[in-house]
């Protein structure tokens, strides 16, 4: 979706709290004209950390071969376990556990002009809830609210979900349930 056009002067929701999340919330917030509030509804506190996973796990070979020679361990124990694996199921279930979702990188939480600031600035309004449930005004504006276990709700023009990647992403009943709404 071209949001240069759909979400001009609009309130937006957005459902996430990894990198996807914060960098259209910076986008759309930064880009003059774009939108005239975003919001970012996520179940969890702001997580900074450089990767989605411990950094042994970015080591390559030649970084390994380095390391070795340099009296150093070499090849990870983590990647040397997971090489040995046969099993998909079981590197499956390796990669779940090792794996860190819903991060962001210190240069987009505290970079210059980053996530951090413009939160503190109120210029994007973080809301550390889930989504409970959400409504669509009949006619006219067509606005929609959010409905979060608190008691608490916004009302926006989108809602745009990012929430990241994996079989069964957590927004599917909502998903489907606009779907089914909207015969798509």
Same mark, same amino acid.
């Given at each position: 979706r071209d949001f240069h056009t759909s979400a001009r002067n609009q309130s937006i929701a957005i459902v996430g709290g990894g990198i996807s999340a914060a960098h259209l919330a910076l986008k759309l917030e930064r880009e003059s004209g774009i939108s005239t509030a975003v919001h970012l509804v996520c179940r969890h506190d702001l997580r900074e950390q450089q =990767?989605? +996973?411990h950094q042994d796990w970015m080591m390559d070979s030649a970084a390994a071969a380095r390391s070795e020679a340099g009296g150093g361990q070499g090849v990870p124990k983590c990647r040397s376990h997971f090489a040995s694996l046969d099993s998909y199921a *079981? !590197? !499956?279930? %390796?990669?779940k556990r090792e794996r860190v979702a819903g991060t962001v990188s210190a240069s987009v939480s505290r970079g210059k002009d980053g996530l951090r600031y413009a939160m503190g600035?109120?210029? @994007? !309004?973080?809301? &550390? *809830?889930v %989504? #409970?449930?959400v409504t669509q005004e009949e006619g006219g504006s067509g606005k929609i609210t959010v409905w979060m276990p608190s008691g608490d709700s916004i009302t926006v023009d #989108?809602? @745009?979900l990012a +929430?990241? =990647?994996? &079989?069964?992403p957590p927004a599917r009943p909502l998903v489907?349930?606009?779907a089914e709404r909207n015969g798509l």
């Open positions: =990767f989605d +996973t *079981e !590197r !499956r279930d %390796v990669i600035e109120d210029r @994007i !309004r973080w809301h &550390k *809830e %989504v #409970q449930s #989108q809602i @745009i +929430t990241g =990647f994996g &079989k069964d489907n349930r606009i």
